[in-house]
């Protein structure tokens, strides 16, 4: 089980970047795909989850009304749509997935197996 992330980069502050978290392996029966992220002298944050089958989702309120996480099983692929960025969400992303009927909590990430490498966004002011 792998996971890919890119799309990160430098914005500007009220700008937008999408995130691709791409999967290979059997993360697809993971229960939960979620987004996290991790600034420089902080713990890593849960910022979005998705379930399976992609009807439902839960976000960090932080990022709510902002953010955007989405799932296309086709394309065995999660995305982080991030919207009216602030410098604020400087950080390092990260793409996760629980284990296969996982039925814990989302929101904690000692309850995720696999992890992608990270994928670095900026926010400038």
């Known amino acids: 089980v792998q996971l890919q992330a890119c799309g990160g980069g430098l914005v500007q502050a009220g700008g937008s970047l999408r995130l691709s978290c791409a999967a290979s392996?059997?993360?697809?029966?993971?229960?939960?795909m979620s987004w996290f992220r991790q600034a420089p002298g902080k713990e890593r944050e849960f910022i979005a989850a998705?379930?399976?089958?992609?009807?439902?989702?839960y976000y960090g309120a932080s990022v709510k009304g902002r953010f955007t996480i989405s799932r296309d099983n086709a394309k065995d692929t999660v995305y982080l749509q991030m919207n009216s960025l602030k410098p604020e969400d400087t950080a390092v992303y990260y793409c996760?997935?629980?284990?296969?009927?996982?039925?814990?909590?989302?929101?904690?990430?000692?309850?995720?197996?696999?992890w992608g490498q990270g994928t670095q966004v900026t926010v400038s002011n």
């Open positions: 998705i379930v399976w089958s992609g009807v439902l989702t």
């Open positions: 392996g059997r993360t697809f029966s993971s229960t939960y």
């Open positions: 996760a997935a629980t284990r296969p009927y996982y039925s814990g909590s989302y929101n904690l990430m000692t309850n995720y197996a696999y």
